[in-house]
C-alpha cells in the first residue's frame, strides 16, 4: 500500500471520527420541569415529522418550538413496521421519545398508524399495501400500541387516506375493506384500553369519480363507509382540509377543493345518525411555493392559515383541533413539499410561524382577512 493510499485512508479516517463525534455531540437531552401552552386558542395544532428524526435534542426542540408558537396539539405517525419488526416483538424506545417530549410540553398527541412490516404482507408489495390477512395483524398492533400508551396517548388514527390507491398499497379504493380494517382495529384497542379515541377518515379531499385509477371522492367514500357499518366504529371523524388556491372563507362546494369542504363531511356525518360526533382535522392549510400552480403568496399563506384557526375555533365547534401541515421535516425534500413547512430544517422560523405566533399570543386582532 503506498503511503497516499494511507494518507488517503487515514483522512477518510479521520472525517468519519469528526462526523460521527458531532452527531453524537447531543445524544440525549434531559427533560426540563413540565410546560404549558399558551395561546388564545386552543383548538391550535400542527402534523409533526419525527418518524425518521433520529436525533433526541431535535425531538425535544421541534415540541418546544410548537409549544412557542403556541400549537396545543401535533398529530405524529408511528410506523407499525418499526414498532413491530417482527411478530409480537415490540420496540417502543423511539416512539416513547417522542411521546413523553409531547407531553413534557404540554402538546396533546394524535397518533396515526400504518406502513406495513414486510412480515404482514406479500412478497414484493409495498409498505401501505394490507389485505384482509394482515387486518388482525393490525388491530393487535393497534391494542399494543393503545394498552402501552395508555394515559399517554389517548387519540389514534386508524390508517391515512385510505380513499387514495397509492395510500391504500396502490390498490383500487375498498370503502367497506376500510371499515372491516376499522372494525377490527377499534374492537381490539377497545378491549385493552377503553378511554381511547379511535379516529376514522383521515380522507384525503379529491374530486375523482368512482373507477378512478387513483382514489374516489372523500364524500362519496365516507357515505360508503357508513353504508358498511362504520359509524359504531370510530369516536371522531378525522379530516383533511386543505385550501389550495381558495381562501378559508370560501363556501363548501362538493365540485371544488378548499378548506370548507369539511363541512360538506359534517352533513354527511348528521344526515347518517352521527350529528354528535366531533371532527378533528388532521391535515390541512396551504402552500407557499413560488411557482407551484396550488399554491398561495407568502402573506395569503399566513393570513389564510390564521383565519383558518380562528375560523375552527369560532364556527366550527364540532372540530376540535385543526392540525396543519407540516411543522418541519428532518432534511429537505427538494420539491414544494418544503412550502407546507413552518420551520426549516436548522429550526429558523419561516414568516408563517412568526405570523401564526403572534396571533396565538393575541398580537392578531383582525377579525377578517381584510383586517390584518
Known amino acids: 500500500m503506498s503511503k497516499v493510499t494511507v494518507r488517503f485512508f487515514a483522512l477518510v479516517a479521520l472525517v468519519a471520527v469528526l462526523i460521527l463525534a458531532g452527531r453524537s455531540e447531543r445524544p440525549w437531552v434531559e427533560f426540563g420541569p413540565q410546560q404549558p401552552v399558551i395561546s388564545i386558542n ?22 418546544e418550538m410548537v409549544r412557542e408558537m403556541g400549537a396545543s396539539w401535533t398529530v405524529e405517525y408511528f410506523l407499525w413496521a418499526a414498532a413491530e419488526p417482527a411478530p409480537g416483538v415490540y420496540n417502543w424506545t423511539h416512539a416513547d421519545l417522542v411521546v413523553d417530549h409531547a407531553a413534557n410540553q404540554g402538546i396533546t398527541l394524535i397518533a396515526r398508524l400504518g406502513y406495513v412490516p414486510e412480515w404482514a ?48 398499497g396502490y ?21 385493552v384500553n377503553p378511554d381511547v379515541k379511535i379516529l376514522g377518515g383521515a380522507l384525503a379531499p379529491t374530486l375523482a369519480p368512482p373507477g378512478s385509477e387513483w382514489g374516489l371522492n372523500d364524500l362519496d367514500y365516507l357515505q360508503a363507509m357508513y353504508d358498511a357499518g362504520a359509524a359504531s366504529y370510530f369516536d371522531i371523524l378525522a379530516a383533511h ?84 401541515w407540516a411543522f418541519r421535516y428532518p432534511r429537505l425534500a427538494s420539491t414544494y413539499q418544503d412550502y407546507y413547512t413552518f420551520v426549516d430544517v436548522d429550526f429558523e422560523p419561516k414568516p408563517i410561524y412568526l405570523a401564526v405566533q403572534s396571533y396565538a399570543q393575541g398580537a392578531v386582532v383582525g377579525r377578517r382577512l381584510g383586517d390584518w
Open 241 to 324: 382540509s386543505y385550501g389550495w388556491t381558495f381562501g378559508p372563507d370560501e363556501p363548501a362546494n362538493p365540485d371544488a377543493v378548499n378548506f370548507s369542504r369539511v363541512e360538506l363531511l359534517r352533513e354527511i356525518m348528521a344526515r347518517n345518525g352521527d350529528a354528535d360526533k366531533h371532527v378533528i382535522i388532521t391535515e390541512g392549510g396551504w402552500n407557499d411555493h413560488p411557482r407551484w400552480t396550488r399554491a398561495v403568496r407568502p402573506a395569503q399563506r399566513a393570513a389564510y392559515t390564521i383565519r383558518a384557526y380562528q375560523k375552527a375555533q369560532e364556527e366550527w365547534p364540532w372540530v376540535d383541533a385543526l392540525c396543519t
Open 121 to 168: 404482507r406479500p412478497p414484493r408489495t409495498a409498505h401501505l399495501y394490507l389485505d384482509e390477512n394482515g387486518y388482525d395483524a393490525f388491530a393487535r398492533f393497534v391494542a399494543a400500541f393503545a394498552d402501552h400508551f395508555r394515559g399517554r396517548v389517548n387519540y389514534i388514527i386508524i390508517w391515512n387516506e385510505p380513499n387514495l390507491s397509492q395510500e391504500w
Open 42 to 63: 386552543p383548538k391550535m395544532g400542527v402534523h409533526t415529522r419525527l418518524t425518521d428524526e433520529v436525533e433526541p435534542w431535535k425531538i425535544q426542540r421541534t415540541f
Open 171 to 191: 390498490r383500487p379504493v375498498d370503502p367497506a375493506g376500510y371499515t372491516e380494517l376499522l372494525r377490527r382495529a377499534y374492537s381490539a384497542a377497545k378491549a
